[in-house]
């Protein structure tokens, strides 16, 4: 394509709001997190290596007999409250700015587990057992 001559009206994404496709085999519930996989469908979270937390499911979507990208789902990047993992594995304030990592749909963990768990995002803060999470793709690839 050539450079611009003149004005254009270059289009705009705007809004929070995502549509992406799903992977095949698989069921989302609203609420939970919902992570990109290498082929660039999205999954549920869940224990599972190089995948990437992307944001939080606006709804129940059910492609559990389809294949990829037969169905789509609505998510949102933003900060959202979790759980958090128990024990060794559990987020503390020392995390806070750092990646905390999927355990599943709704539970975040303080390491990758030996490389068995992808990035959810960065830890936001921590209240009351919840650990807000900063679920952003971009922001989370630039941190890695």
Same mark, same amino acid.
């Given at each position: ?44 979270? %869940? $224990?599972?290596?190089?995948? +990437? #937390?992307?944001?939080?499911?606006? @709804?129940?979507?059910?492609?559990? &007999?389809? !294949?990829? *990208? ?19 594995? %559990? $987020?503390?304030?020392?995390? +806070? #700015?750092?990646?905390?990592?999927? @355990?599943?749909?709704?539970?975040? &963990?303080? !390491?990758? *587990? ?31």
């Amino acid at each position: 394509m050539a450079a611009l001559t003149s004005e254009r009206n270059t289009i705009q994404l705007r809004g929070d709001s995502r549509v992406a496709p799903l992977a095949a085999a698989v069921k989302v519930w609203k609420g939970g997190i919902l992570m990109r996989n290498a082929a660039g469908f999205v999954t549920k979270g %869940a $224990v599972a290596a190089g995948c +990437i #937390g992307i944001g939080r499911t606006e @709804a129940t979507v059910d492609n559990s &007999a389809g !294949t990829a *990208g037969a169905a789509s789902v609505a998510y949102r990047p933003g900060i959202f409250g979790f759980a958090n993992s128990g024990a060794t594995e %559990a $987020v503390t304030q020392a995390e +806070i #700015g750092k990646l905390c990592y999927i @355990a599943d749909d709704q539970t975040v &963990a303080k !390491t990758s *587990g030996a490389a068995t768990r992808s990035p959810a995002g960065i830890v936001d803060g921590i209240e009351d057992g919840t650990v807000w999470v900063r679920l952003d793709e971009a922001v989370t690839r630039g941190a890695m």
